[in-house]
Structure formats: structure tokens, C-alpha cells
């Protein structure tokens, strides 16, 4: 089981008294946070491991999301290096990243995953938009990372995998519900039980892209969008993501009476009433 406080809680990135995100545990966790007005980015920090994930960089995205600026409106996630995200830092399966639970304790590990999808469930929040800006390698954990996040902009090198069944493992970190959302259930059980490579330009034409640029392309990519992004009504953003999120498991009058709740809401704000 996973390191822990006196009082059984597991540690995370904001155990100071006053809540506010404590920077040495992020930078230990392998994170970096640059806030800028409305938009913040997220940077995977450990560029000699390919940003190979632990359950402290879990942990770390956890007390991000928790601790974020109300006026961010786009969160950016980038890798720092030649990869996104190699996924799990298999150095934790022999005791090296805080205690690798073997799941005898079943209760326990349940609560713990919890802890640690926290750190991805954050990035579906109705009053972000989330940005994966993908290269290399987005290899189990971190192809689940990118999964998580709103919109894909992925560099021409970028090369996509669900790794976890090949090591006896189920993807546990959000990442099964988009997937088959995105490609349908035949791909997704093909990609997951052969663990095999996606790169660019099959991402693009199955969905798992949404922009798809030359790698030294990649960051001029990010900006126009996040541009483009923060150009349109702020309220209208929020409403809209929380609708469309909404509408895969709406029936159609549900849907239709989700638009009308949203678009009274908007009538109200745009004309003072």
C-alpha cells in the first residue's frame, strides 16, 4: 500500500496547513505549473525517465486540480522532452514509487485507485477546457492522461499504446470510458488486448486527434487554439462543454431539455434578466 500521513491519509502535493500547492513536492513528483491569466499548463517533468508516471505525479495532478485559480478557463498538459508520457515508472513494481499495493486488500486498493484517478477526473470539469499537446510516446498512463483532457493536438511523432494488459494490468486511470467513446468498442479492445502502437496519423483518422501538426509545429499549434479558445464567451464555453458532455448518455428529450435549462441560463446572462 502507498505511503501514508499519521492520520492515514496518503500524501499528496498540498499536505501544507494553508492548502496551497506545495511546489517542492510537485517538483518531486515530477510536475511543473505555469499559471497565466486564464490559461495554466501542466508540464510532465521528468524528460530522463520519458515523464514516466508515479503515484506521486497522480497524486501531484490531484492537488492541481484541487488547488486551480478560478479564473483559469484552459488547462494545457505537455511532456517536457522527447515523449509526452512513457505511462507507469515501472520502477514502482519493485517497491521503488511509494509502495505498490498487490490488491489482498481489496477495500483498501479501491480507495487508493480513487486517489489516484483523481488526478484525471479533474480535467473533465465543465469549467475548463483541457489541451493534450502530444509527442512521442503516450504510452498507457499517459495515453490515459491524454484521454482525459477535452482536445488532442498531436505532434507528427507521437505514438499512442494501452500497455497495462500486456503487463497483467487493466487501464484503472479513467482512460477506458473515452477510449470507447471515441473509436467504439471493436477498436478499443483491439488496441487494448494486442498493446499496440497507434501513431499520428492513424490517431487523426480514428479519432484520438483532433489536430494534427509537424512536431516543430506543436506549440504554435497549442497557442492558436488556446487563443481561438479563450475568444469565446466564457459562460457560453461552460455551458456548452457541460452539454456535450451530457449528451452520449441522454436520451434525445433529455438532451433537448438540458439545451433548454443551459440556453435560459445564457438568455438570462446575455440580457441582464
Same mark, same amino acid.
Given at each position: 500500500? %502507498?505511503? *501514508? @500521513? ?17 511546489? !517542492? ?26 515523464? %514516466? ?25 505537455? $511532456? ?25 486488500? !481489496? ?8 486517489? /489516484? ?20 510516446? *503516450? ?5 490515459? +492522461?491524454?484521454?482525459?483532457? &477535452?482536445?488532442?493536438? =498531436? ?14 494490468? =487493466? ?7 473515452? +477510449? =470507447?467513446?471515441?473509436?467504439?468498442? $471493436?477498436?478499443? #479492445?483491439? +488496441? ?25 509545429? #506543436? ?7 488556446? &487563443?481561438?479558445? #479563450?475568444?469565446?464567451?466564457? $459562460? !457560453? ?12 448518455? @441522454? ?5 433537448? !431539455? ?6 435560459? $441560463?445564457? /438568455? ?6
Amino acid at each position: 500500500m %502507498a505511503d *501514508a @500521513n499519521t492520520d492515514g491519509r496518503p500524501e499528496t502535493a498540498t499536505d501544507r496547513a494553508d492548502g496551497a500547492l506545495d511546489e !517542492a513536492a510537485l517538483k518531486e513528483a515530477g510536475l511543473r505549473l505555469e499559471v497565466a491569466g486564464a490559461v495554466a499548463t501542466v508540464t510532465l517533468d521528468r524528460p530522463e525517465r520519458r515523464n %514516466a508516471m508515479t503515484f506521486a505525479t497522480w497524486r501531484g495532478l490531484a492537488a492541481i486540480g484541487r488547488s486551480l485559480p478560478a479564473d483559469v478557463r484552459v488547462v494545457v498538459l505537455r $511532456g517536457e522532452g522527447p515523449s509526452f508520457s512513457a505511462g507507469i515508472d515501472l520502477g514502482m513494481f519493485s517497491g521503488e514509487g511509494g509502495g505498490f499495493t498487490d490488491g489482498a486488500d !481489496a477495500e483498501g486498493t479501491d480507495r487508493f485507485i480513487a486517489e /489516484l484517478q483523481e488526478g484525471y477526473t479533474w480535467l473533465r470539469r465543465p469549467e475548463i477546457v483541457t489541451v493534450a499537446a502530444v509527442h512521442g510516446h *503516450a504510452i498507457g498512463a499517459g495515453f490515459q +492522461l491524454a484521454l482525459a483532457c &477535452d482536445i488532442r493536438v =498531436v505532434a507528427d511523432d507521437a505514438e499512442f499504446c494501452m500497455k497495462e494488459p500486456a503487463l497483467g494490468l =487493466v487501464p484503472d486511470l479513467t482512460g477506458t470510458k473515452p +477510449l =470507447v467513446e471515441i473509436v467504439g468498442i $471493436g477498436r478499443a #479492445l483491439e +488496441l487494448c488486448l494486442t498493446a499496440r502502437t497507434v501513431r499520428a496519423e492513424e490517431a487523426a483518422r480514428i479519432g484520438l486527434a483532433e489536430i494534427t501538426v509537424p512536431r516543430d509545429g #506543436l506549440d504554435g499549434a497549442v497557442r492558436d487554439l488556446v &487563443d481561438a479558445l #479563450l475568444a469565446v464567451n466564457a $459562460g !457560453a464555453a461552460v455551458a456548452t462543454k457541460r452539454l456535450l458532455w451530457q449528451a452520449p448518455g @441522454n436520451s434525445l428529450d433529455e438532451q433537448c !431539455a438540458a439545451e433548454r435549462r443551459e440556453q435560459i $441560463g445564457r /438568455l438570462r446572462d446575455v440580457f441582464g434578466r
